[in-house]
């Protein structure tokens, strides 16, 4: 925290699941735990990072049921995807009009990107709403 106070390098990598992670949360009107929402964050931005072929498919899926024993949620219901996408738009982490996400080159190896689209976002977001 000491070498990046303004989260612009090293500390932003923290951040991983904060931008659909805070979205979530403010749809959620903070109805769930901010660790709840990051979790549903996590597993949607490590589903980008597996479609981008990042990460392996069984990275994945050891990332998203890591949260499982937690008690940590892995799946919500009763979302509205194109509001939780519009309300990233929102999100503090933007930079010059795009958004910031953190994502995983493998585990352990977060990397900053700002080229997610609406439709990596949407997909993600499908992945986790239960139905």
Same mark, same amino acid.
């Given at each position: ?34 660790? +709840? ?10 589903? @980008? ?8 498919? +069984?990275?994945?899926?050891? @990332?998203? !049921?890591?949260? &499982?024993?937690? =008690?940590?949620? #892995?799946? #919500?219901?009763? &979302?509205? @995807? ?7 738009? =929102? !999100?503090?982490?933007? +930079?010059?009009?795009? @958004? ?6 493998? #585990? ?7 080229? &997610?689209? !609406? ?7 499908? +992945? #986790?709403?239960? =139905?």
């Amino acid at each position: 925290v000491e070498k990046d106070p303004t989260e612009k390098g090293e500390r932003a990598l923290l951040n991983f699941g904060h931008t659909l992670g805070h979205a979530i949360e403010k749809y959620k009107n903070f109805q769930m735990l901010h660790g +709840e929402c990051i979790a549903l964050g996590c597993v949607a931005a490590a589903h @980008i990072s597996w479609k981008r072929q990042m990460l392996s498919e +069984e990275e994945y899926y050891e @990332i998203r !049921d890591m949260f &499982v024993p937690f =008690s940590l949620p #892995i799946s #919500i219901d009763d &979302v509205d @995807i194109q509001e939780i996408i519009a309300l990233t738009k =929102s !999100d503090k982490k933007m +930079e010059h009009g795009k @958004i910031k996400f953190i994502l995983l080159k493998k #585990i352990g190896k977060a990397v900053i990107d700002n080229t &997610v689209t !609406d439709e990596e976002m949407q997909a993600a977001l499908q +992945e #986790i709403v239960y =139905s």
